[in-house]
C-alpha cells in the first residue's frame, strides 16, 4: 500500500505543458551544421598534434562553449542538443557520407528534414575534408561481399554506424552527489598520482586531461544557459515568467557545478548531462536507469520542506519527459527506413522494482513517472516499469492505466526473473553481466 494518496496525483498535463507539446509538434524536424563546422575546424588545426582522446575532447569542449543555444518560451528545464529547435546536428568525424543523398532529405519517405541552403553548402564545403577517413569508411573497407548483399537485400541496416558512445547507463547518482567540480576534483587528483616511469604513463595522462577538457567543457555549457536566462529575465515583460527565469538562472547557478539541492537542480543536473554524449558522439540507447530512486531524496526533501507542489513536481517530470523527443539523428535513407518516426532509440528510465534486499522500492516518483508518460504520450523516453511479487496493487492498477495511453510504453520487466538471470550469468563463469540493484 502506498505511503501517500494516490487519489492527489495529477491527472491532467498544466497548459504549460500542453502548449510545449504543441510547439515542439509544429517544429518542421531540420538539419543543423553548427556542430561540424566546430569540430572540422579542430580537427584540421589539430589532428597528428594531441593523442585521438585528447582531440576528441577538445573538439566537443569547443562545441560546448561555441554551439548556438536558445531557450523556448514554456521550458523551465532548459539544453538542447542541436542549434535550433527540434534539429539534428551533423558528426562528420563519425560519417559523412550522407551528403551524397542531401538534395533528397526534404522528399524522402521517412524522417524528412529540412535542410537550408546555408546548410547543405556549409556541408558539402567540409565534406572533403572527412571523406574516405571516418570509421564508417573504414567499416565499408571491411565488409565482405556477402554482408554488402544482405545490406542491399535489406537484411542488414546501418544505424548505429553513426553512432559512437552507445548502449550504457551513466552514474547520475554520482554526478547529482559530487556535482561537475567534485568529479574535476577527482580527476586532477588522478592525475597527480600518475607515474612519469610508467611505460603507459602518456595514455593516462591524455584520458585525465581529456577528462579535465570535459568537465571545464560542461561548465561552460551550463554558465551560457546560465547567463541567457539572466538576459532574458531583464528583457521579459511579463511578470511570472520573468520570476520564472530568474528562478531557473539561479538552478544553473548552482549545477551542475555543485551537488544538487532541490528536484528541480536534479533534474536540470541529470538533462544537461543527458545532452553531453549526444552531443559529443550521436549518443545511441544513452539510459538513465533508475531515474524514481536517485532522484526521489529530492523531490521528498522539498515535498517535505514544503517549497515544491505535487503539481509542480508532475509539470517538471512532464517536460523533462518532452525534453527527451527533441534529441533527432540524422540517418541516411535506408537507416531512416529502419528507425522511422525520428526515433532514437533507448534512453530508458526504469522505475519500481526491488532494492538489493528485495525490499520494494516503489515511491511517489515512480507514479508520477508514471504519469508524464500518460501526460506526454510519444516515442520517447523509453520507458520501463519493473514489477515483482511486492509490486503494490496501486502501482499496478496505475501502470495498466499508463499503458492504456496507447504510445506503447511503458516495458514490463520481471525482476524475480531477470535479476536471478543476471546474477546466474554474473557467477557462471562468462563475467560478462553484472547486475545492479
Known amino acids: 500500500?502506498?505511503?501517500?494518496?494516490?487519489?492527489?496525483?495529477?491527472?491532467?498535463?498544466?497548459?504549460?505543458?500542453?502548449?510545449?507539446?504543441?510547439?515542439?509538434?509544429?517544429?518542421?524536424?531540420?538539419?543543423?551544421?553548427?556542430?561540424?563546422?566546430?569540430?572540422?575546424?579542430?580537427?584540421?588545426?589539430?589532428?597528428?598534434?594531441?593523442?585521438?582522446?585528447?582531440?576528441?575532447?577538445?573538439?566537443?569542449?569547443?562545441?560546448?562553449?561555441?554551439?548556438?543555444?536558445?531557450?523556448?518560451?514554456?521550458e523551465v528545464i532548459v539544453g538542447h542538443s542541436a542549434s535550433r529547435p527540434r534539429s539534428?546536428?551533423?558528426?562528420?568525424?563519425?560519417?559523412?557520407?550522407?551528403?551524397?543523398?542531401?538534395?533528397?532529405?526534404?522528399?524522402?519517405?521517412?524522417?524528412?528534414?529540412?535542410?537550408?541552403?546555408?546548410?547543405?553548402?556549409?556541408?558539402?564545403?567540409?565534406?572533403?575534408?572527412?571523406?574516405?577517413?571516418?570509421?564508417?569508411?573504414?567499416?565499408?573497407?571491411?565488409?565482405?561481399?556477402?554482408?554488402?548483399?544482405?545490406?542491399?537485400?535489406?537484411?542488414?541496416?546501418?544505424?548505429?554506424?553513426?553512432?559512437?558512445?552507445?548502449?550504457?547507463?551513466?552514474?547520475?547518482q554520482q554526478l547529482l552527489q559530487f556535482g561537475i567540480n567534485g568529479m574535476l576534483e577527482r580527476v586532477r587528483k588522478q592525475r597527480d598520482t600518475l607515474n612519469r616511469s610508467d611505460p603507459a604513463y602518456d595514455g593516462k595522462l591524455a584520458f585525465y586531461d581529456a577528462e579535465e577538457e570535459v568537465c571545464v567543457g560542461v561548465l561552460v555549457f551550463a554558465e551560457r544557459y546560465r547567463r541567457l536566462e539572466k538576459k532574458m529575465a531583464v528583457q521579459e515583460k511579463d511578470p511570472c515568467r520573468k520570476v520564472e527565469l530568474t528562478a531557473i538562472s539561479r538552478v544553473l547557478a548552482r549545477v551542475p557545478a555543485q551537488p544538487a539541492s532541490s528536484f528541480h537542480e536534479a533534474l536540470q543536473m541529470v538533462w544537461l548531462m543527458q545532452l553531453i554524449p549526444q552531443i559529443e558522439s550521436n549518443g545511441f540507447s544513452i539510459s538513465l536507469g533508475r531515474l524514481d530512486q536517485y532522484c526521489w531524496p529530492y523531490l521528498k526533501a522539498d515535498l517535505a520542506a514544503g517549497t515544491i507542489t505535487l503539481e509542480q513536481a508532475q509539470e517538471l517530470l512532464d517536460l523533462l519527459w518532452l525534453k527527451f523527443c527533441e534529441i533527432l539523428r540524422v540517418d541516411s535513407r535506408d537507416a531512416a527506413e529502419v528507425n522511422a518516426g525520428y526515433y532514437v532509440a533507448g534512453q530508458n528510465i526504469e522505475v519500481g522494482g526491488v532494492d538489493r534486499g528485495g525490499h520494494d522500492c516503489t515511491n511517489l516518483l515512480s507514479y508520477l513517472c508514471l504519469n508524464a508518460n500518460r501526460h506526454i504520450q510519444l516515442h520517447q523516453p523509453n520507458f520501463t516499469i519493473r514489477l515483482h511479487a511486492g509490486t503494490p496493487q496501486e502501482f499496478l492498477d496505475h501502470a495498466v492505466g499508463s499503458i492504456a495511453c496507447g504510445n506503447g510504453m511503458p516495458q514490463v520487466l520481471n525482476d524475480a526473473v531477470i535479476i536471478q538471470h543476471l546474477r546466474h550469468s554474473s557467477s557462471g563463469g562468462t563475467g560478462l553481466y553484472r547486475c545492479r540493484l
Open 88 to 172: 539534428a546536428e551533423v558528426f562528420p568525424e563519425v560519417n559523412i557520407n550522407f551528403t551524397d543523398e542531401i538534395d533528397q532529405f526534404e522528399t524522402r519517405k521517412y524522417n524528412r528534414l529540412r535542410v537550408r541552403p546555408e546548410v547543405r553548402a556549409s556541408l558539402l564545403e567540409i565534406a572533403p575534408f572527412w571523406k574516405g577517413n571516418t570509421p564508417h569508411d573504414y567499416l565499408m573497407r571491411q565488409r565482405t561481399a556477402a554482408i554488402q548483399n544482405a545490406y542491399v537485400c535489406g537484411l542488414l541496416s546501418d544505424p548505429h554506424e553513426g553512432s559512437g558512445f552507445a548502449h550504457v547507463a551513466m552514474n547520475y
Open 1 to 74: 500500500m502506498a505511503d501517500f494518496d494516490i487519489n492527489r496525483l495529477p491527472a491532467k498535463p498544466t497548459e504549460r505543458v500542453i502548449k510545449a507539446k504543441e510547439m515542439f509538434l509544429e517544429e518542421n524536424p531540420e538539419m543543423c551544421c553548427q556542430r561540424a563546422i566546430i569540430y572540422t575546424e579542430v580537427y584540421r588545426n589539430l589532428s597528428g598534434r594531441c593523442p585521438t582522446i585528447l582531440l576528441r575532447a577538445k573538439a566537443l569542449c569547443r562545441t560546448l562553449e561555441e554551439l548556438p543555444i536558445f531557450i523556448q518560451p514554456q
